[in-house]
């Protein structure tokens, strides 16, 4: 059941949604713009209790308004912003940071939650104005499209929002140019071979992903072909078809993934050409990214991520400075020129071995890397690092990481977070047991999309 209002919206929501008040109630509204005048449907539940609201038509649009690029842009879920020119995205991006962080730094109207205040806060803490793209489209160098064959042949793209139903994605506007165009030929090449989509629901068929990763600097491309089953009909016919349609690829994986999982890769792995792995370059490094490895999506602007990290650290080239979640060890690689010692840490082995050779490539000799989890490294180490740089996944960290680093007790942490909230979560515990939030830098790694990285400097009290 559903109906149609008239409404004004006079504000947007640090994730982007026009606020709109009706009936004493407010509503977030997707793709509604500050100053707009529009219609809005409302959803009700069947039970009443649960309303939900959905635009309709705009009426009176925001001079911030914008016609989304990317055809597929209502109903793929992979941008959100679309509809607004770029610099409204970075002033709410800007928003998002001070509804998470601001409590930190004295700036916040206690937005996060009471736990999340810190009870330290150094009246000289700030959260920087972000640090925008200068190229906001086409930035993404791993690009991840799910296969799904139906009457009208195979699709090749990312889900619809909200669903498992493939959108075929032909040009993508954040993708890398030469991504977008190796799956269009994937995407041929599998009708032309008359090959079968993997269905998750019968756990039958061959195709079931493409990873696609690039190198922003080398030029090099690897493509893994993600199957169901390792009995791949027409392999080399294939092979050879996408080589001669692409010569820029220079190596492609065959990855097994016949579990009821969401995970893309498998665990079964065969190269069936090139070395199984591409190198690109980072801050003047070299590194090397296999098919597992973490490895930032957007280059240009990693490099202004760990730049403003390196700063942060202050390192004077005597400290010993410890990476966890260093994944290929980009960041600790990076900080060994500035420091006496560095120790990578990192439960992904695949990750180590790339760190391991990119260590080896540079010829960087003060940095190790060990294959452990970084909480229980850290909670048997005996010698406290001087800095500690943290880049966990979106989910945070755990009690048990966290713990462990204020055991140790580091003079100063640089957390890097792809997630505020989660990020929230955690500088609340560290500024509860000895830390205080120094400042807080911004960086827009995924323009038009709801996500945003944050960069933290924490300093230990004095006893």
Known sequence: MSKQYRVKCREIDYTGKGLVTFNQSTFAVPYLLDGETAKIELVYGKDRKSTTAKLAE????????????????????????????????????????EHWLGAFVGTS?????????????????????IIGAKNPYHYRHKIHATFSRTRQGMKLGIYEENSHRVINVKDCAIQNKAANAILKTIRTLADRFHLTAYNE?????????????????????????????????????????????????TTIVQNINNQKTSMVLGKQETVLY???????????????????SFYQVNPEQTELLYQTAMTFAGLTGKETVLDTYCGTGTIGLIASQYAAKVIGVE???????????????????NAEFVCEDAGAFMKKATTAPDVV????????????????????APARV???????ETQARDLAYLTKHGYAVDKIQPVDLFPWTEHCESVCLLKRLSN
Not at 111 to 125: E, F, I, P, Q, W
Not at 389 to 408: I, T
């Open 109 to 129: 109207k206690a937005t996060t939650s009471k736990s999340a205040v810190n009870t330290h806060t150094n009246t000289g803490a700030s959260i920087l104005p």
């Open 389 to 408: 740089f943290m880049d966990p996944p979106r989910s945070g960290s755990d009690e048990a990481f966290l713990s462990a680093l204020v055991r140790l």
């Open 414 to 420: 640089v957390y890097i977070s792809c997630n505020m």
């Open 58 to 97: 705009v009426e009176v649009t925001s001079p911030e308004r914008r016609e989304p690029v990317c055809p597929a842009f209502s109903k793929c879920g992979g941008c959100q912003l679309q509809h607004m020119d770029y610099e409204k995205q970075l002033a709410i991006k800007q928003a998002m940071a």
């Open 347 to 365: 439960s992904n082995a695949a990750a180590v071995r790339d760190a391991v050779a990119g260590a080896r490539t540079n010829q960087i000799e």
């Open 201 to 249: 629901d019968t756990r039958q068929g061959l195709l079931r992903h493409v990873l696609i990763r690039c190198s922003h600097h080398t030029g090099q491309i690897m493509v893994v072909l993600v199957l169901g089953t390792t009995n791949f009909p027409n392999k080399n016919a294939f092979l050879d078809a996408l080589r001669k349609a692409h010569p820029e690829i």
């Open 274 to 292: 090139g070395n199984g792995w591409i190198e690109d370059s980072l801050c003047g490094l070299t590194f090397r990214i296999s098919p597992k």
